[in-house]
């Protein structure tokens, strides 16, 4: 029996299994650029140092003017927002740090929440452009807890703060 | 509720697109079902 | 030919019945009768869907892994394991797809932004781009041995990333939150219907899962048998001629 690979001249006589299929090679090529540009960006973003406020000042990379991401929470009473910009005070481990930010922060930014702010430390205060407000793993029932509005920022603190 | 569009947005994507998929592989299964044998189909 | 019947038997209608029962409860409870969290308000209902499309993606990928690592460990070699190991990839596919969508929409919400280059959420995206991958690796062509050969060695390489994924908010100081149940102190970090709609959507998704991958394999064991069926053809026609 004659096995020699033949070349018909019928459309659509060749198995499809052996078909060069250009569109799922142009995918695996995008993916390994894909993944490229998604390395590189991870990469690049962690250039700016993560510290937290007690590392300023302090940690290697986490001092002078440098731009620099800081790890804290939102001091309770210690949100003011005047001339389209927002000052609070940020607490860890004790320490503390003045942050200015440039407009009024999204999500749920309130006090007693945890954030990271991006900036420079500019004559002991921090100055931020961009505010990412981290939340707890932990979820609690508001009704179940019949919390009422006075006291409800005191216990998104305990809360917040285990 | 607050945040309704974002809430119902989300809820609505993940719907839409699960929805979506389950239709195709149905349709797909029942069209090449049509030119199938017994043989090739030992579920049924 | 058998008929019309698709891909579907009475097991299959019986678990569909089943799991879009149990979507209805979810949407439900997750959207009505569960309720706010006392810092996120009613954002943390995009917690029940994203929650598990992630986990229905680590299944998915688990279980491609799985069975690329049978298919390639089996004397037999049986081409099913490599159909349900496709099969499982392109539904994880959908789900980290749907995963990344939500939690961009919970991110906006909650931390102020879509999108930050993370170690969580950088790394799921990338375990999306390399199941992406995974997927046009199988459709390169050749035969289904060779399809099933490099896919299953990817799929057993891919799977090394589900790890890195879950443990990213650990190993890495991370905008996102440490898991909630799944966690290292084994403490779960929910309160009461919260919870409970949390459990309730893994376990539907979980069935939704289950449900897709029946059909899906199925229909991708029709494919294969028509593209046999076209060589098939073909070695019988030489084998007319040859005997002409």
Not at chain 2, 27 to 43: D, Q, Y
Not at chain 3, 164 to 182: G, K, P
């Amino acid at each position: 029996m004659d096995l020699t690979p033949r070349t018909s001249t019928e459309p659509g006589a060749q198995a499809p299994t052996r078909k060069r299929r250009w569109l799922p090679m142009l995918i695996v090529v995008g993916a390994l650029l894909g993944g490229g540009v998604v390395v590189t960006k991870f990469l690049t973003s962690a250039i700016d140092y993560y510290c937290n406020v007690d590392e300023v000042g302090v940690r290697s990379g986490c001092s002078g003017e440098r731009r620099m991401r800081v790890q804290g929470v939102v001091e309770q009473n210690s949100v003011k927002q005047a001339d389209g910009g927002t000052t609070f005070i940020l607490d860890f481990n004790k320490k503390t740090l003045k942050v200015a930010y440039s407009g009024d922060p999204g999500g749920i930014f309130q006090e007693c929440i945890p954030i990271i702010a991006h900036g420079r430390v500019v004559n002991g205060v921090f100055e931020s452009d961009r505010i990412e407000v981290k939340h707890s793993n932990q979820y609690v029932e508001k009704n179940a807890k019949r919390i009422d509005q006075s006291n409800k920022e005191a216990a998104a603190c305990s809360v917040l703060k285990g | 509720m607050k945040h309704a569009s974002f809430i119902f947005g989300s809820w609505g994507i993940t719907a839409v697109s699960v929805a979506a998929y389950a239709v195709w592989i149905i349709r797909r299964g029942r069209e090449l079902a049509k030119h199938a044998t017994s043989e090739e189909m030992p579920w049924t | 030919m058998a008929g019309q019947s698709g891909t579907g038997t009475s097991a299959t209608r019986r678990l569909g019945i089943v799991v879009i029962l149990m979507l209805g409860v979810l949407a439900l409870c997750g959207l009505w009768f569960s309720a706010e969290d006392v810092v996120q308000g009613s954002t943390v209902r995009i917690m029940y869907i994203h929650v598990p499309s992630i986990w229905t993606a680590y299944i998915a990928f688990a279980m491609t892994a799985v069975c690329s690592g049978v298919y390639l460990s089996a004397k037999n070699r049986s081409l099913a394991w490599d159909r349900v190991a496709g099969a499982s990839g392109e539904i994880g596919v959908l789900f980290v797809a749907v995963s990344l969508v939500t939690g961009s929409m919970w991110g906006r919400l909650t931390w102020g932004t879509y999108w930050v280059w993370d170690a969580r959420l950088t790394s799921t995206a990338f375990l999306f781009i390399t199941y992406i991958g995974y997927l046009a690796v199988r459709q390169l062509g050749g035969t289904h041995r060779q399809r099933a050969r490099r896919s299953s060695v990817l799929a057993l390489l891919a799977i090394l990333e589900i790890p890195l994924v879950h443990f990213s908010v650990s190993l890495w100081r991370s905008l996102h939150q440490e898991a909630s149940v799944a966690n290292p102190n084994a403490k779960v970090e929910l309160d009461g219907l919260m919870l409970f709609s949390l459990f309730l959507g893994l376990i539907a998704f979980t069935l939704l899962f289950v449900w897709l991958l029946l059909h899906r394999q199925r229909a991708m064991m029709l494919e294969d048998a028509f593209s046999d069926r076209g060589l098939d053809v073909a070695i019988t026609a030489r084998r007319n001629e040859a005997g002409a």
